[in-house]
Structure formats: structure tokens, C-alpha cells
């Protein structure tokens, strides 16, 4: 959520029981400011909180020119102090997806550890040891977390010729009707597949703002909850697949945003409790 309509957001979304006190409130509200200005970027999010066991991490993102090519973010325990976290890779993705289990610990220099035993050659030669440090698990499950469920409502960002994504100035939200439809909820990330089929089915394709993934595709179908709250003045999401990520949207108004506060753990186990 932006940083500039932080305190407004937080109260959308504090009805899942995911808040933040008044001194992280007040600090985050300076230092984001502070951080758009050192990074020069074009905007600051608050992107939200991984709970650890000794300390959680507070996760912001800024954002360049292009909406969803030029992120950065950033971690802090403090909310005042900012650390940039490393660019993820394939190889370092393939490490924490062997060697990293359980809940966060907190702190960033903490290694996981994980022995695989070889066939043949490998086990003569003893097993394999993969190791990752927490801040790069830290940068791996954000990344994830981004790919799977970070949600903007249908027109809120355009394409421009050049292939920019960029805010839609002329974007004045969705109807009441159409905020209670997935299909006007679209996967903030870099299309996976097309989303042409289910938008022309509505007779309203439109190639400039119809380029991203809409959530109704997701699989298993049934990942989203969607309800209006706030005496029926707010349509909330909430997903299933990483529980603890709430989007909110205000009908009628260019008003939205989502907030990720939770463990960091996948919910594996949501196509069986469909």
C-alpha cells in the first residue's frame, strides 16, 4: 500500500486482526519518505510484515519508472532503519527451496542447513550440504509472495506504447458491481498467461489495460476470499494460498492497495481444504 495514504490503508484491512501499533504507524509514515528521497524512487509501499520467532520484518518496496520491472525492497526491524534485500536468482531460489523449513527466525545472518544424500558417485563421496542465510530466504519468499498474490483491480494501470506500466491517471475504480467479480481483479506481476479470453467474454477488452493475469484463473479455483466490509463501502481480499495478505479496493474511488502480514509460509495444504 502507498506510503502516502499508509494510516487511511492500515485501517481497510485492520478487520483481519493484522495491525501495527501507533509508534510503527508514526515511524514508518517518516521513514518511507525518507526512503523515496535517499533511493529516488518514484514511489514507497508498504509492503507489509514476516512475523519471526526473535524479530519481525518490516518489508517496504520502491518502485521506478515501470510499475512492476523496477522494484527494490527493503527490510527493517525497527521501521526507521532500512536495509536493501538482495536480487533473487535461480540458484539462490533452487538453495532456499532445499535447505529452508519452519518459521523465520529473525535474524538475517541465520544459516539453514540441509544434507542431501547422493546415488552412486555422490554418496561415495559423503552427502551434500546446502546452506542459505535468512536474508536471502527473506527475499526469496517477498518475491514469491508478489508472483502469487499481489492484486490491483482492473484499470488502475495502463501499458503505455513504449511498454511502460504506469499508473492510469484517469483510473476512477470499479463499480459496486464489478468489484464483486475475480475477473476484474488482476495478479500485479508480469503476465503469466493471457487473461484476452475471459475479458472478451464481457465485451470490454482493452489491449492497453487487459494485459495482466486475472484471479479467477488461479488454481485451485477458490484461493480468493472476497467480501465487502466497512458497512459495505470497501471490497476486501483475502488469500488463501499465503494467508495473511489482505487487498482492499473502495468502489468508485481510485483507492486501493494490499498488505502482507504473516509467517511467510505457504499454505500447501489449501487444495485439500477446498
Known amino acids: 500500500m502507498d506510503s502516502n495514504s499508509l494510516y487511511y490503508s492500515l485501517d481497510l484491512v485492520a478487520s483481519s486482526g493484522r495491525v501495527l501499533t501507533v509508534e510503527q504507524r508514526t515511524a514508518l509514515q517518516t521513514s518511507l519518505l525518507i526512503l523515496k ?65 519452519g518459521h523465520f527466525i529473525g535474524d538475517p545472518s541465520f544459516v539453514y542447513e540441509q544434507k542431501i544424500q547422493g546415488d552412486g558417485e555422490e554418496a561415495a563421496e559423503g552427502n551434500q550440504v546446502t546452506k542459505v ?24 494501470f495502463i501499458r503505455s506504447p513504449p511498454g511502460l506500466v504506469q499508473i492510469n491517471r484517469s483510473f476512477n475504480g470499479l463499480s459496486e458491481s464489478e468489484a464483486r467479480k475475480l ?24 489491449p492497453a489495460i487487459d494485459f495482466l493475469d486475472v484471479l479467477s484463473d488461479d488454481i485451485p479455483e477458490g484461493s480468493w476470499s472476497l467480501q465487502f466490509e466497512c458497512a459495505s463501502r470497501v471490497c476486501v481480499l483475502r ?15 481510485s483507492q486501493h492497495g494490499y498488505v502482507y502480514i504473516g509467517n511467510g509460509l505457504k499454505n500447501l495444504d489449501l487444495p485439500f481444504m477446498l
Open 37 to 101: 528521497k535517499n533511493y529516488k524512487f518514484q514511489r514507497v509501499m508498504f509492503w507489509g510484515k514476516i512475523l519471526g520467532i526473535k524479530r519481525d520484518y518490516f518489508i517496504a518496496q520502491g518502485r521506478g519508472e515501470d510499475e512492476i520491472k523496477d522494484q527494490k525492497y527493503l527490510y527493517s526491524f525497527n521501521c526507521i532503519d532500512w536495509l536493501l534485500l538482495p536480487f533473487t536468482t535461480e540458484s539462490m531460489i533452487e538453495e532456499v527451496s532445499k535447505a529452508a523449513k
Open 133 to 156: 542465510n535468512e536474508e536471502k530466504r527473506l527475499a526469496v519468499t517477498v518475491q514469491h509472495i508478489d508472483e502469487d498474490v499481489s492484486v490491483v483491480p482492473r484499470g488502475a
Open 183 to 206: 475477473d476484474n481483479f488482476l495478479h500485479f506481476r508480469e503476465p503469466k498467461k493471457g487473461n484476452k479470453k475471459s475479458i472478451e467474454e464481457m465485451g470490454e477488452w482493452t
Open 239 to 253: 488469500s488463501l494460498l499465503w494467508l495473511g495478505l489482505t487487498f482492499y479496493h473502495v468502489p468508485m474511488t
